[in-house]
């Protein structure tokens, strides 16, 4: 037979037409390169051969439990489960997340525990930011929010806006300033602050309308002063 453009038994068309499988024995896919189809020719191209290879397989002992693992050669696997990484990790530093300071040098922090922290930044207002943020995460907060949402209809107050993500619970009495008026310096103080978590001082705003409020962010300090 002639081979051609259009009569080439290595093509897959031809080779079922003509019905020239696989050199291989019991391989009845038809032939493509050399004899051999897809799977075969990929092993010979590979391994210099076209039949499959049991790749090597060697014995390992784990370095905590001492298990026995059969792994390739190849690969540097020294433990044989997460148990033991974890077990293997303690008290071992990881040389890239460690920072070491050269010789002769001084770090510029040195002696300085606690630089301008506290009541010595020009920002300090009595250490009431971290009551203010522990009773923003907590879940009474968060029914609180819902709460007024849900009485709302989550539609904002002002312009009728109902985008879900644009939404924000407004304090119409400022957060902060029933913080300072009731003195409160715990969260548990402040569960015991009906005022507080009165859904009848809250509002639902869309967050342009709500930054427009004369007590949103650093302007409560002017209600607060008034």
Request: positive net charge; contains cysteine; aromatic residues 8%.
């Amino acid at each position: 037979m002639i081979i051609g453009r259009g009569n080439n038994p290595n093509s897959r068309g031809n080779a079922r037409k003509y019905g020239l499988t696989c050199s291989i024995d019991n391989c009845d896919r038809p032939h493509r390169t050399k004899g051999y189809c897809n799977t075969h020719s990929e092993h010979l191209r590979r391994y210099g051969t076209p039949h499959r290879i049991e790749h090597r397989k060697i014995e390992k002992n784990c370095l905590i439990c001492k298990k026995t693992m059969i792994d390739s050669p190849s690969r540097e696997r020294k433990l044989c489960s997460y148990s033991c990484v974890s077990e293997y990790k303690k008290g071992k530093k990881d040389k890239n997340l460690t920072y070491s300071i050269p010789k002769g040098t001084t770090p510029w922090n040195k002696n300085l525990v606690g630089f301008k922290a506290g009541e010595q930044h020009h920002n300090w207002r009595g250490g009431v930011t971290t009551i203010y943020k522990s009773i923003r995460t907590t879940s009474k907060y968060a029914q609180w929010r819902r709460a007024v949402f849900i009485r709302d209809n989550y539609t904002c107050q002002e312009c009728l806006d109902k985008r879900g993500g644009n939404l924000n619970a407004d304090h119409i009495k400022p957060f902060s300033f029933i913080i300072h008026e009731s003195d409160i310096k715990s969260l548990s103080e402040s569960y015991k602050c009906e005022e507080l978590w009165d859904i009848n001082n809250g509002r639902t705003l869309c967050e342009p309308c709500h930054i427009k409020t004369p007590t949103f962010g650093r302007k409560a300090l002017e209600y607060e002063k008034a």
